[in-house]
């Protein structure tokens, strides 16, 4: 695609948007939904052209997640996966990668 999202980071739960072709303009839309939590120092990858997947980072308080937030970019809904699949170990600052998808 051509838009890059640019979600959370510290002190802020905001979703922003970057659109490449043709304009090269930052796009705020107020129907964007924020995080439900503060996230940063996360990794996010795109599945399935559809989804935006931040897993693990640090929260608010600075405490180190080992949570996955899934934001369905048709929907322009943001959820959270079940405890039971979540990462096994907590971490920030580390990447992410999908491979076929």
């Known amino acids: ?7 959370g980071g510290y002190g802020t739960r905001s979703l922003d948007i970057f659109d490449t072709s043709p304009s090269l303009t ?3 839309p107020s129907y964007l939904r924020d995080m439900p939590v503060v996230s940063y120092v ?3 990858v795109v599945v399935k ?3 935006v ?3 693990g980072g640090r ?4 405490a180190v997640t080992a949570s996955c937030l899934i934001y369905d970019i048709w ?3 943001w959820s959270s996966t079940p405890v039971s699949i979540d990462m096994i170990t ?3 600052g580390h990447t992410a990668a999908v491979l076929d998808g």
Do not use: H, L, P, Q
């Open 49 to 51: 052209k559809k989804y």
């Open 90 to 92: 907590a971490r920030y």
């Open 1 to 7: 695609g051509s838009e890059i999202f640019i979600v």
């Open 75 to 77: 929907c322009n809904r």
């Open 53 to 55: 997947v931040v897993i």
């Open 26 to 28: 930052w796009k705020t």
């Open 42 to 44: 996360a990794a996010a």
């Open 59 to 62: 929260e608010k308080d600075e």
